[in-house]
């Protein structure tokens, strides 16, 4: 146990900076894991935007005669079963995950933000119901609650967005709800309340400003857990259905043809975790640069 | 402590009701009618009409609600729309494969997790905890069907070390049973293993600033001492919630787990009754798996009051 001693650790511990950065250049330089990350998002963004211009083929384009050609100049990631450039899907694909992942994320943030808002400054019975709805939410594995909504809704990539924003409602009503309790009893609170400032004007320029550190955290991580449940309801065959190049499904798909074509599945497969990681890389370095109390 | 146990209990009364109710409208909320399902292509519509009578779907919602919430509670789901079968059998057929990979990867996952955790705390900014952390992170990013796929292609076409799917029952072969049973384990743990290493380690960070740390250090303790009799102790109590909130993670995972190895667990079921339109069999899985993830939690908070003294619930 000798080995794992080191003496200076509380002390290093203890010398944890606690303030924060004031402007985004300083949040960069002094977070450079933060930069990093958002570069990498910056990236995939832009190949998701110049997708046309980055793949030279058309994503659903079949082409029997080519089908489950090796990587090679003409198609760097090989071809599938139906002679489709597995380059060009995983690239298109990029434009199905990113928007489906803000979408929900969006879903989740609105309706679950508006409950949670609710519930903690109106108090009362309002609280006690709808935290009661949020709790029956959360008494489901998220992903079971998911695959359920899809089974009654039916497959599809709508459906599949649809059931991730329902799912992710109740992170964002229960952070929405703690923060405004605790935020709403503070002296500026009390101040602006004092001087005739009315509850929508009280919500809008005094308690949402001061949420929004929480929340950018929340949102990163939840783009991520966005991204990975609509790939696992694809990859389940609930999510995208064909022709459409979405990376779940592309992997179940290629699961198929592991013997002998892996490709099929390592392309989209290398995708979804690089996209996957950022959004969790960044949430993860924006924790620490905004909030230091919660760094581990 | 007691009376802790009778408020959570209480406050579980209500959100179990909002689950039912939720599982319940599953079949109601389905874009075909559960009688022309079960009749098939070839239905007449007084077929339809009689067995709609036969099930109760011509009485009034809450009438049916109670009843089926009442045959719940007794254990009676109703029957498989594909095999007739009942659906509490059929869970409760593939029930010990899911509990046998569930326990697998809960049990890697913390044997492997609270040394790491540890290590990488007390090396904070060594190259062991940035592996580590980069892990954490890394753990929950990659898709379990994907640590699935390569470990398959590895370990299976390339290395054949191990067979890429199926199960063979303990009561079969153990040696057979073990055998097909590590790659799904390591799927399915993995995220739990990555989540548990993140825990470990802040808890574990969080433990060694705090006084009486210091205080045993000053008293001539040793670090072994210290580190394992002092804050090891103290920094797992959060991850023993952190593994109890687990069993959803992993129900979760056996879905897809179970469905890439073939491996004939509730989640296996759950995917092919999608696929079948099973919808009696979906929502006793849903409702199962719900009220394991509700006691989960409760477990867990009881836990937490008995083995932090400091927090009080009153």
Partial sequence: ??????????????????????????????????????GLLILLVLVSVLAPWIALHDPTATDASNALLGPSAAHPLGTDELGRDLFARVIWGSRVSLPIAFVAVAVGLTVGGAIGLTAGYRGGLWDLLLMRVIDAILAFPALILAIAIVAVLGPGLRNAMIAIGI???????????????????????????????????LIARHILPNLLNPLIVQISLSAAAAMLAEATLSFLGLGAQPPTPDWGFMMNTGAQFLNNDPWLALGPGLAISIAVFAFNWLGDALRDALDPRLRG | MLQYLVRRLALMVPVAFLVSVAVFSLIHLTPVDP????????????????????????????????????????????????????????????????????????????????????????????????????????????????????LILVL???????????????????????????????????????????????????????DYIRTARAKGASWRQVIVGHALKNALIPVVT???????????GALVTETIFSWPGVGKLAIDSIFGRDYPIIQGIV???????????????????????????A
């Fill in chain 2, 35 to 150: 009688a022309e399902l079960i009749l098939g292509e070839e239905r007449s519509p007084e077929a339809v009409i009689a067995l709609r009578h036969e099930l109760g779907l011509d009485r009034p919602l809450p009438d049916q609600y109670v009843t089926w919430i009442s045959h719940a509670l007794r254990g009676d789901l109703g029957r498989s729309i594909r095999t007739n079968q009942p659906v509490t059998k059929a869970i409760l057929e593939r029930l010990p494969a899911t509990l046998e990979l569930g326990t697998a990867a809960l049990a890697w996952s913390v044997l492997l997790a609270i040394p790491l955790g540890t290590i990488a705390a007390l090396r904070r900014g060594s190259p062991i905890d940035v592996l580590a952390t980069g892990f954490t992170i890394a753990g929950v990013s990659v898709p379990n069907f994907f640590i699935g796929i390569l």
């Fill in chain 2, 242 to 252: 952190v593994v109890g909130i687990q069993v959803g993670a992993i129900l979760e």
């Fill in chain 2, 287 to 313: 409702l199962m798996i719900a009220f394991s993830f509700m006691l989960a939690n409760l477990a867990v908070d009881l836990a937490y009051a008995w083995l932090d003294p400091r927090i009080s619930y």
């Fill in chain 2, 156 to 210: 299976s076409v390339d290395l054949r070390l191990f067979p890429p799917g199926g199960y063979t029952p303990l009561t079969e072969s153990i040696p057979d049973n073990l055998h097909r049973l590590v790659l799904p384990a390591i799927t399915l743990g993995t995220v739990t293993t990555a989540i548990n290493t993140r825990f470990t380690r802040s808890s574990m960070l969080e433990v060694l600033r705090q």
């Fill in chain 1, 1 to 38: 146990m000798s080995t794992v001693y080191s003496p200076s650790l509380p002390e290093d511990v203890a010398e944890t900076p606690v303030s924060q950065p004031t402007s985004l250049r300083a949040l960069l330089r002094t977070y450079p894991r933060v930069a990093v990350a958002s």
């Fill in chain 1, 167 to 201: 799912v992710q409602l109740p992170v964002y009503a229960r952070l929405m709800r703690a923060q405004v309790l605790s935020l709403k009893g503070l002296d500026f609170v009390a101040a602006a309340r004092a001087l005739g400032a009315s509850p929508m004007r």
